[in-house]
């Protein structure tokens, strides 16, 4: 008797990136899985913002990217984002002059309505709710970063990509946005989560995929990178001794 393998949500293989002539991401293999949680990690110019720019489209790119099993390396962005895949920047990209509420409108798919998509997820982020007529531009960078994953949520996709959503933003805020995260996920998301803060990323993640150099130094679960130091010490200058690695 066999046993049916899953099709991964999202599957990349030998995927290559590149500006002009400088090859940036050199074969790339990583998936995930429908309600997963997997992290991207690495240091700043590995490729991790260039993969995720791949996935949706945004830069020059070779190799495959399937959705769900269907190829969609010859995708426009638009055709990604239609058929379920949210990307948030580390950039954000709100539109400032815009209320909260405008921008989660532009969020939604056609004929959605707000009550029905928003609402529910403003029920999870109640500091976001209390400011639907403030412009974004005024937000606090937590309540921006809380909108812009909003935002991209609004359009009911099946994969969110993040870039960063943690940066620069106060503890407190940082556990709310790993404690939605967790949320989503458990909804039957899946989430590939670029990160620099290893302990939200590696305690939220099911799998993790260490970058260096454009390539996958590392793939496997959190427990398992932990065991390989000079992997750790290598790529990402870790420390027994420090802070910046826990599980």
């Not at 609402?119 to 007529?133: C, K, M, T, Y």
């Not at 099946?158 to 404690?179: N, R, Y």
């Not at 990160?195 to 679960?221: H, W």
Request: proline content about 3%; some cysteine.
């Amino acid at each position: 008797m066999t046993t049916a393998t899953l099709t991964p949500l999202l599957e990349i293989a030998g995927l290559r990136a590149s500006y002009g002539e400088a090859e940036v991401l050199r074969g790339i293999d990583l998936r995930v899985d429908a309600g997963e949680i997997v992290a991207l990690l690495g240091r700043n110019g590995a490729g991790r913002s260039t993969l995720a720019k791949a996935v949706m489209g945004l830069v020059a790119r070779h190799g495959s990217v399937r959705l769900d099993g269907v190829e969609t390396s010859q995708w426009r962005t638009c055709d990604l984002a239609r058929h379920g895949i949210a990307y948030v920047a580390e950039t954000r990209d709100l539109f400032p002059t815009l209320t909260v509420r405008q921008n989660l409108l532009l969020g939604l798919r056609a004929g959605r309505r707000f009550a029905h998509v928003c609402e529910p997820l403003l029920a999870s982020l109640p500091l976001l709710a209390r400011r639907l007529d403030v412009r974004a531009g005024v937000l606090s960078g937590g309540e921006q970063q809380m909108l812009a994953m909003a935002r991209a949520m609004a359009g009911e996709p099946v994969l969110l990509i993040l870039d960063e959503p943690t940066e620069g933003l106060a503890p407190a805020v940082v556990a709310q946005i790993a404690d939605w995260l967790d949320v989503l996920a458990k909804q039957g998301i899946g989430v590939l989560l670029i990160e620099q803060k290893l302990s939200i990323a590696l305690r939220l993640a099911q799998r993790v995929y260490l970058m260096g150099r454009g390539e996958i130094a590392f793939a496997g679960t959190p427990a398992g990178l932990a065991e390989h130091h000079e992997t750790l010490r290598h790529w990402l200058e870790w420390s027994n001794e420090g802070s910046t690695f826990a599980l």
